[in-house]
Structure formats: C-alpha cells, structure tokens
C-alpha cells in the first residue's frame, strides 16, 4: 500500500515556473513507476510524465515535453514535477499515481494502482 500526497499547486501568471512535489508513505518506493496526470475542468484525465524507479528513465506526453521535467528522490520517496513557461491552458488539478511492476510506461491512468488527492495549478494570463 502506498499514500501519496501533492503539494506545490498555487497560482501563478502565464510565463512562470512551479515545482509540484508527491510525498510517498512506505518502504518501496523505488520499485513503483511514478507518474503525474492533470485534469482540467470538464476533461478527461491526461498524462504528463512518468519516471522509473530508479531515476533515469523518463517519459513525457509529447505537449508537455520541454517544458515539464519529472524527477525522483528515492531516499525522501519525493517525485517532483518541474513546469516552466506555464500557459493558462495549464490549469488543471495535477496528480501523482504509482504503478506497481509495469516494466514500461503507461499513460493510461487505470494501469496506476495508487493516486494522490491532487493539488491545484491556476495559471493566468
């Protein structure tokens, strides 16, 4: 059983850069997948970016990639999500999920077995 819990999600005007952090309760986080969707008002959950345990594979959606950045602290069992150069169209609540033995990367959010309550990206213009 994993818990998670985002934090970092504020307001921010269009241009500006946020790091979202996904705390994570247990032993074995560095054997989970961590990935981080988003969902916006009247849309469906969408994949941003995944990491593997160990660090040094990642895997983005194609929008986001350059400007998001997924990493990993294993000894604080912390994922982050770096985004630069916000744009309004950003604005969503963003979530953390842990898959637990994919060997590749999933960006279908039933193939994660664990979700964090989601924290709040507002972006203005």
């Known amino acids: 059983q994993v818990q998670l819990v985002e934090s970092g999600g504020r307001l921010v005007q269009a241009g500006e850069s946020l790091r979202l952090s996904c705390a994570a309760s247990?032993?074995?986080?560095?054997?989970?997948?961590m990935g981080w969707f988003r969902q916006a008002p009247g849309k469906e959950r969408e994949f941003v970016a995944a990491?593997?345990?160990?660090?040094?594979?990642?895997f983005y959606s194609d929008s986001m990639k350059g400007r998001f950045t997924i990493s990993r602290d294993n000894a604080m069992s912390t994922v982050y999500l770096r985004m630069n150069s916000l744009k309004p169209e950003d604005t969503a609540v963003y979530y953390c999920?842990?898959?637990?033995?994919?060997?590749?990367?999933?960006?279908?959010?039933?193939?994660?077995?664990?979700w964090g309550q989601g924290t709040q990206v507002t972006v203005s213009a």
């Open positions: 247990g032993r074995t986080f560095r054997s989970y997948t």
């Open positions: 999920a842990a898959d637990n033995g994919r060997s590749y990367f999933s960006t279908r959010s039933l193939d994660y077995d664990y």
């Open positions: 990491i593997h345990g160990g660090g040094t594979s990642t």
